[in-house]
């Protein structure tokens, strides 16, 4: 929601500014100059990012403007943890593999539907669980393992931003070229009035105006949002390992949980004692579910 109070401070404070100075809208309506710079950006994503790379800027774009990961996000996370960790205390880790071949299935998992809809995190947890449970890796090899796996995928996930910071960058040239079109048109009208003359000079510079403040008032600022919210998103894994590695270990769930609220921001990470409760409530389940799976 930020995001779009900022399009709308950015795109008032320049018009209401430029009004304020004396200027007429109706002289920024220059289609020819949108066509050439938007074209031209679009064109250029095209040329130098992959197609699914696209895909995850346009997915992104979208995402962004949503809240993104919240509080209630973590807490449930921390309780399916909980019960899972419960699990493997009361009957093995063995008892974990009918809950990770089937999700949507799973006693535990099936409660918690916006952590199946997140894929990629569930992916992330089934394959660390999947590799304990074939045994033969010391704590430290397997956090070096999922490490390496979080660095790939955040790094992956970045590419998007990458991308659009590289159109932000190209936006004031693009603005440019817009520009020199617009003079070179003007030359076709160097013996007509000057009200002409200014008319077309003007709608050259609009050129030049749209690819500075598109680049440096939109595409920039965006780049730098969806960078950050990578930056949360791979909280959510970071999460997951700290409390997987701490449940290897052989530490009881309620500490391997505590290992893994530490390492949230303050913003998103629910207190010890609603951990606790959290924790408190979902030990029926949970020992429910560890019955089931014996």
């Known amino acids: 929601m930020l ?58 774009t979208i995402a962004v403007i949503g809240t993104g990961l919240t509080k209630a996000d973590f807490s449930d996370l921390l309780s399916m943890m909980y019960q899972l960790f419960r699990v493997v205390q009361q009957t093995g880790v063995m008892a974990l593999e009918p809950h990770f071949e089937t999700p949507a299935s799973s006693a535990i998992l099936s409660k918690y539907p916006k952590i199946l809809a997140r894929h990629n995190s569930l992916a992330f947890l089934a394959d660390s669980i999947k590799v304990i449970i074939v045994g033969g890796m010391a704590a430290h090899d397997l956090e070096a393992l999922m490490d390496e796996d979080l660095h790939i995928h955040h790094e992956d996930e970045k590419s998007a931003a990458s991308a659009l910071a590289k159109v932000a960058d190209a936006l004031p040239g693009l603005g440019i070229v817009a520009a020199v079109l617009g003079i070179v048109i003007t030359m076709g009208y160097i013996d007509g009035p000057p009200a002409e003359i200014g008319h077309h000079v003007g709608a050259a510079l609009v050129g030049t105006f749209l690819g500075i403040l598109a680049s440096y008032g939109f595409a920039q600022p965006l780049s730098s949002s969806l960078e950050q919210r990578v930056t949360d998103d791979g909280r959510y894994e970071q999460c997951i390992k700290a409390g997987v590695i701490a449940m290897f270990k052989g530490l009881p769930p309620a500490i391997a949980v505590e290992f893994a609220r ?14 606790e409760k959290l924790c408190r409530a979902s030990r029926t389940d949970g020992a429910a579910a560890a019955a089931a799976a014996a």
């Open 3 to 60: 995001i779009l109070v900022g399009v709308v401070v950015v795109i008032g404070s320049v018009m209401g500014g430029y009004l304020m100075a004396g200027g007429h809208l109706e002289v920024l309506n220059q289609p020819s100059e949108f066509v050439v710079i938007g074209g031209a950006a679009i064109g250029s994503v095209l040329i130098s990012t992959p197609p699914r790379v696209v895909s995850k800027l346009l997915k992104q």
């Open 262 to 275: 530490r390492v949230l921001p303050h913003d998103v990470r629910p207190s010890f004692e609603e951990t």
